[in-house]
Protein backbone atom coordinates (compact mmCIF):
# COMPACT_ATOMS: atom_id res chain seq x y z
CA UNK A 1 0.00 0.00 0.00
CA UNK A 2 2.91 1.85 0.56
CA UNK A 3 6.29 2.03 -0.93
CA UNK A 4 9.38 4.54 -0.21
CA UNK A 5 11.83 4.80 -3.33
CA UNK A 6 15.12 6.05 -2.29
CA UNK A 7 17.82 8.06 -4.27
CA UNK A 8 21.22 9.45 -4.15
CA UNK A 9 23.80 7.06 -2.85
CA UNK A 10 27.05 6.19 -4.26
CA UNK A 11 30.56 6.59 -3.97
CA UNK A 12 32.26 9.29 -2.61
CA UNK A 13 35.85 10.73 -1.29
CA UNK A 14 36.31 11.19 2.84
CA UNK A 15 35.00 14.73 3.31
CA UNK A 16 32.67 14.84 0.05
CA UNK A 17 29.15 15.27 0.48
CA UNK A 18 26.02 13.07 -1.01
CA UNK A 19 21.88 13.75 -0.77
CA UNK A 20 19.86 11.12 0.48
CA UNK A 21 15.95 11.60 -1.07
CA UNK A 22 12.99 9.15 -0.43
CA UNK A 23 9.18 10.02 -1.68
CA UNK A 24 6.54 7.89 0.10
CA UNK A 25 3.46 7.09 -2.38
CA UNK A 26 0.32 4.73 -1.74
CA UNK A 27 -3.27 5.50 -0.64
CA UNK A 28 -2.31 6.73 2.55
CA UNK A 29 -3.63 9.69 4.50
CA UNK A 30 -0.61 11.32 6.44
CA UNK A 31 2.49 9.97 7.58
CA UNK A 32 3.77 10.90 11.59
CA UNK A 33 7.69 10.76 11.43
CA UNK A 34 9.98 10.01 8.11
CA UNK A 35 13.75 9.31 9.04
CA UNK A 36 16.77 7.68 7.86
CA UNK A 37 18.73 4.55 9.56
CA UNK A 38 21.58 2.95 8.45
CA UNK A 39 23.23 -0.44 8.61
CA UNK A 40 27.64 -1.49 8.34
CA UNK A 41 28.91 -4.85 7.20
CA UNK A 42 28.55 -6.65 11.00
CA UNK A 43 26.97 -4.26 12.50
CA UNK A 44 23.16 -3.43 13.55
CA UNK A 45 20.88 -0.95 12.15
CA UNK A 46 20.96 2.06 13.75
CA UNK A 47 19.17 5.52 13.63
CA UNK A 48 20.92 8.39 11.70
CA UNK A 49 18.70 10.96 11.77
CA UNK A 50 14.60 11.70 11.93
CA UNK A 51 12.14 14.25 11.39
CA UNK A 52 8.34 14.68 12.23
CA UNK A 53 5.21 16.04 10.39
CA UNK A 54 5.62 19.34 12.60
CA UNK A 55 9.57 19.72 11.75
CA UNK A 56 10.93 18.27 15.22
CA UNK A 57 14.92 16.89 14.13
CA UNK A 58 16.68 14.01 16.12
CA UNK A 59 20.22 13.27 15.22
CA UNK A 60 22.68 10.43 15.81
CA UNK A 61 25.40 11.92 17.90
CA UNK A 62 27.96 10.62 15.20
CA UNK A 63 26.47 12.49 12.53
CA UNK A 64 25.68 15.82 14.58
CA UNK A 65 26.55 19.19 12.79
CA UNK A 66 27.65 17.17 9.69
CA UNK A 67 23.83 15.60 8.51
CA UNK A 68 21.16 17.68 7.97
CA UNK A 69 17.54 15.90 7.46
CA UNK A 70 14.56 17.98 5.64
CA UNK A 71 11.37 17.22 4.86
CA UNK A 72 8.42 18.44 2.21
CA UNK A 73 5.44 17.07 3.24
CA UNK A 74 3.28 18.23 0.32
CA UNK A 75 5.26 15.60 -1.20
CA UNK A 76 5.74 13.19 1.27
CA UNK A 77 9.58 13.12 0.73
CA UNK A 78 12.22 13.40 3.65
CA UNK A 79 16.09 14.43 2.34
CA UNK A 80 19.39 13.67 4.12
CA UNK A 81 22.26 15.92 3.19
CA UNK A 82 25.28 14.52 3.95
CA UNK A 83 28.39 16.60 4.38
CA UNK A 84 32.30 15.75 5.30
CA UNK A 85 31.65 11.93 5.25
CA UNK A 86 34.38 9.90 6.80
CA UNK A 87 34.73 5.95 5.68
CA UNK A 88 32.70 5.02 9.23
CA UNK A 89 29.38 6.59 7.48
CA UNK A 90 29.74 3.71 4.75
CA UNK A 91 26.48 1.20 5.17
CA UNK A 92 23.26 0.60 3.71
CA UNK A 93 20.76 3.66 4.44
CA UNK A 94 17.49 2.79 4.54
CA UNK A 95 14.30 5.30 4.48
CA UNK A 96 12.07 5.52 7.63
CA UNK A 97 7.80 6.23 7.25
CA UNK A 98 6.30 5.69 11.11
CA UNK A 99 2.98 6.28 11.53
CA UNK A 100 1.47 6.35 8.45
CA UNK A 101 -2.14 6.38 8.61
CA UNK A 102 -4.16 4.43 6.47
CA UNK A 103 -8.03 3.55 7.07
CA UNK A 104 -8.34 3.76 11.06
CA UNK A 105 -4.67 2.04 11.93
CA UNK A 106 -0.96 3.16 11.80
CA UNK A 107 1.57 1.61 9.80
CA UNK A 108 5.70 1.25 9.44
CA UNK A 109 7.25 1.08 6.19
CA UNK A 110 10.93 0.74 5.08
CA UNK A 111 12.61 1.59 1.99
CA UNK A 112 14.80 -0.79 -0.41
CA UNK A 113 17.95 1.08 0.77
CA UNK A 114 20.82 2.60 -0.60
CA UNK A 115 24.35 1.76 -0.51
CA UNK A 116 27.04 4.70 0.21
CA UNK A 117 30.69 4.19 0.33
CA UNK A 118 33.16 6.38 1.36
CA UNK A 119 36.36 6.30 0.66
CA UNK A 120 39.47 7.05 2.58
Known amino acids: QVQLVESGGGLVQAGGSLRLSCAAS????????MGWYRQAPGKRRELVATITSGGYTDYAGSVKGRFTISRDNAKNSVYLQMNNLKPEDTAVYSCNAEGVYISGSYSNYWGQGTQVTVSS
Open 26 to 33: GRFFSINA
